[in-house]
Nanobody, 126 residues
Framework: QVQLVESGGGLVQAGGSLRLSCAAS????????MAWFRQAPGKEREFVAA????????HYGDSVKGRVTISRDNAKSTVDLQMNSLKPEDTAVYYC???????????????????WGQGTQVTVSS
């Protein structure tokens, strides 16, 4: 079992920035694809960003591309999500996910990820 713990959520004005962090308990962190998803009330879970293994390959959802950056520190077993130019529609619970053995076609699919954090709330005011 792998434990994931998110932090860094909160309330921010439109146009502002937040950095979310996720700490993983596993010693196999370097072998996992790491991702961020979000879910707003009444909406399906949406892909935000992912980093594969060492972090050399990254992917972003269409709704956030150009405004967010995912990064990972394999020595610390952490993955961060830097979010800039935030909009009210970015308001959601943000979840960290880890996926052993994930390939390209699975990178943005929630059901492909084995481990999930508890989520952290991000609220963007207008």
């Amino acid at each position: 079992q792998v434990q994931l713990v998110e932090s860094g959520g909160g309330l921010v004005q439109a146009g502002g920035s937040l950095r979310l962090s996720c700490a993983a308990s596993t010693s196999n962190f370097r072998t996992y694809a790491m991702a961020w998803f979000r879910q707003a009330p009444g909406k399906e879970r949406e892909f935000v960003a992912a980093s594969r293994r060492s972090g050399g390959t990254t992917h972003y959802g269409d709704s956030v591309k150009g405004r967010v950056t995912i990064s990972r520190d394999n020595a610390k077993s952490t993955v961060d999500l830097q979010m800039n130019s935030l909009k009210p529609e970015d308001t959601a619970v943000y979840y960290c996910a880890a996926g052993p053995g994930i390939i390209l076609y699975q990178i943005g699919v929630p059901t492909a990820y084995r481990y999930w954090g508890q989520g952290t709330q991000v609220t963007v005011s207008s």
